[in-house]
């Protein structure tokens, strides 16, 4: 039975190669890329299109402004072109808004056309200067301490052992760093500010304390408050937690952030008498720098003195400013904010 089955597809094959197909009897059209050819088909223009001179009349007479105009009914809109979805349905959904720094996108805002003064001189001058000084050398040849591996490899003795932690050796002969080196991309830099009043007497003598402040935090930000009630009692104060509202806050970003960060340096900090600087224990080992205005410290910015008669002399608050900064120490927060112009006294801690 097996000796036949060659034979079989061998007649088969000559059958089929003996066989006439309709293909054969049309003639077949092919043009090499190494053969040119002699003549050229006919359907080709003896010039081109491009050279043709269109009647200075037709030129003149042609106005899409007014014919658009003239347009009763809408174009129907390119089923090609690009809708931006209106709702930001989560990472898994087919078709999500793009950035807001996208032209197409709903929230684009063009700009900015001019940057704040505090802006240019961070990027003119204070960046670099900051990279410089933080700049860790490493000479021709240096070769980094190898690092230990992180997860248990596969040792056949339990499957316990599989992508398990190591439990390295206590102590070693490299230290930690503290920090990452300062390079190009994590150039310490502001990264926005808390402006918080927390008015104590909005909870015995009435909301008009608490109006006052608001409207003031208002003026010297250039951003709409958010007001929060007590947490906590404080029975000398009269304060009971989730029933009276006792704070405002404002955060500010990007332009509203640099413009009060230049009034802040420029005007307010100097006219305060006898103030030596901001603590240098003052930060929370992460980078963020907070220091206290007084009543009359804060009725020192010129939003607030140029209309100072519209706001009670008693009633205007005090506030606590924080400085949220991209450095991960206190150390890198203050040689950035003192580059900006906010001196620094006493105790360093880093």
Known sequence: MATHEPSRHLSKALSRA????????????????????????????PASSLAATVPESIVKSFDPIARAAARKTKLPRSRYQF???KYDRGPLHPHRPPPPSDPSSRLFVPGPFTLPRVQQTYESTIASDILTLCYVHRPPGFQPPVKAPRLRPWDGSSPYHKNRPLRGPRGGDVLRLLRKPI???????????????????AATDGSQWLHVAGMAVQAISNV??????????????????????????????????????????EIVLPKIKEWKGVQGTSG???????????PEEVALFPEIEVNYDMYPAKMIPGCHITLHT????????????????????????D
């Open 18 to 45: 003996l066989t006439t197909t309709k293909r054969s009897h049309y003639t077949v059209f092919r043009r090499n890329a190494s053969k040119q050819a002699a003549t050229a088909p006919a359907t080709v223009e």
């Open 83 to 85: 809708r931006s979805p």
């Open 183 to 201: 390079t190009f991309n994590n150039i310490p830099r502001v990264e926005r500010i808390t402006i918080h009043s927390y008015v104590k007497r």
């Open 224 to 265: 709409r408050v958010e007001t929060f009630k007590s947490k906590t009692s404080v029975s000398p104060w009269g304060i009971v937690p989730g029933r009276d509202t006792v704070a405002v806050k404002a955060e500010l970003y990007n332009e509203n952030m640099q413009h009060f960060l230049g009034k802040l340096v």
């Open 284 to 294: 929370d080992s992460s980078g963020n720098i907070t220091f206290g205005l007084q």
């Open 326 to 349: 991209s450095a991960t120490t206190d150390k890198d927060a203050r040689l950035l904010l003192s580059a900006l112009g906010i001196p620094f006294q006493g105790k360093f801690v």
